[in-house]
Nanobody
């Protein structure tokens, strides 16, 4: 069993930076691939980034590539999403999730989901 709690969301202006954190509980965190998703009002949830259990492989949606960085610290049972050069279209509720592999995470076929944290970017 893994429980995920996101934090770090907020309101900021376009061009700014924000780092989201996702703290996990449970002994098997390091065995899971992790990912970040987002859902904007009136839109479906979309994949943002994923990272393998070792942290050695990362994947990004084209819309965030070059601006966002996913990382993890297995000793702290935490995954991060560093977001730079934020745009108004990045406004959404951001969720972290855990899955058995990067492939299942990217497909949103995740075993565990957090409750989400709001990110609002003003123009």
């Amino acid at each position: 069993q893994v429980q995920l709690v996101e934090s770090g969301g907020g309101l900021l202006q376009a061009g700014g930076s924000l780092r989201l954190s996702c703290a996990a509980s449970g002994r098997t965190f390091s065995g899971y691939a992790m990912g970040w998703f987002r859902q904007a009002p009136g839109k479906e949830r979309e994949f943002v980034a994923a990272i393998s259990w070792s942290g050695g492989n990362t994947y990004y949606a084209d819309s965030v590539k070059g601006r966002f960085t996913i990382s993890r610290d297995n000793a702290k049972k935490t995954v991060y999403l560093q977001m730079n050069s934020l745009k108004p279209e990045d406004t959404a509720v951001y969720y972290c999730a855990a899955g058995l592999s990067v492939r299942t995470v990217i497909a949103a076929n995740c075993d565990y989901w957090g409750q989400g944290t709001q990110v609002t970017v003003s123009s």
